[in-house]
Antibody, heavy 117, light 106 residues
Framework: QVQLVQSGAEVKRPGASVKVSCKAS????????IQWVRQAPGHRPEWMGW????????KYSQKFQDRVTITRDTPANTAYMELSSLRSEDTAIYFC??????????WGQGTMVTVSS | SYELTQPPSVSVSPGQTASITCSGD??????ASWYQQKPGQSPVLVIY???KRPSGIPERFSGSNSGNTATLTISGTQAMDEADYYC?????????FGGGTKLTVL
């Protein structure tokens, strides 16, 4: 079945970077875009950016474009999201999701990132 | 930046119909999708392209989108439908989520 499995929880110091992985299975990885979304506790989801898994093209939210890098490894069917210059406000659950027909049709289980000194 | 507005909460009795709205400027000119999120879980797509149901989503979930408002309707609401619901649309250069609606089944 279609599945997105993310890497485990991370605890980082302010100013550090974090890299979260998202491994896809059950479908042709290069046929879909992967989105990255974060959700702070009690807040709405917030779109960060996406990658076309086929050609590697990316698009980032203006809010994050100076700090986020999304990449993919096609032989490994895995997408990555790296966020730099972390601050306490970046504490959130980070999700990857597959872009289906005008919607995010499959989500990873989420990765908790805690930024604390 | 584009904004989508949802009521913070909606309450419904079991078996009744719940309607959750999502408002945004000319929202009807873009596709809207809806997500159900239960505590501690990832969001689940329940409606895409305004009114289509993914496989496995019960028929009691339906959607519409016209003018400035998209609506998620849950007919014959069940206790298991209690969750947060978010709308989502694409606005020229970014995906935008609504603020979310907590559905309580009393």
């Amino acid at each position: 079945q279609v599945q997105l499995v993310q890497s485990g929880a991370e605890v980082k110091r302010p100013g550090a970077s974090v890299k979260v992985s998202c491994k896809a299975s059950g479908y042709t990885f290069t046929s879909y875009a992967i989105q990255w979304v974060r959700q702070a506790p009690g807040h709405r989801p917030e779109w960060m950016g996406w990658i076309n898994a086929g050609n590697g093209n990316t698009k980032y939210s203006q809010k994050f474009q100076d700090r986020v890098t999304i990449t993919r490894d096609t032989p490994a069917n895995t997408a990555y999201m790296e966020l730099s210059s972390l601050r306490s406000e970046d504490t959130a659950i980070y999700f990857c999701a597959r872009l289906g027909p005008s919607a995010f049709d499959m989500w990873g289980q989420g990765t908790m990132v805690t930024v604390s000194s | 930046s584009y904004e989508l507005t949802q009521p913070p909460s909606v309450s419904v009795s079991p078996g009744q119909t719940a309607s959750i709205t999502c408002s945004g400027d000319k929202l009807g000119e873009q596709y809207a999708s809806w997500y159900q999120q239960k505590p501690g879980q990832s969001p689940v797509l329940v409606i895409y392209q305004d009114s289509k149901r993914p496989s496995g989503i019960p028929e009691r979930f339906s959607g519409s989108n016209s003018g400035n408002t998209a609506t998620l309707t849950i007919s014959g609401t069940q206790a298991m439908d209690e969750a947060d619901y978010y709308c989502l649309t694409w606005d020229s250069s970014s995906w935008v989520f609504g603020g979310g609606t907590k559905l309580t089944v009393l």
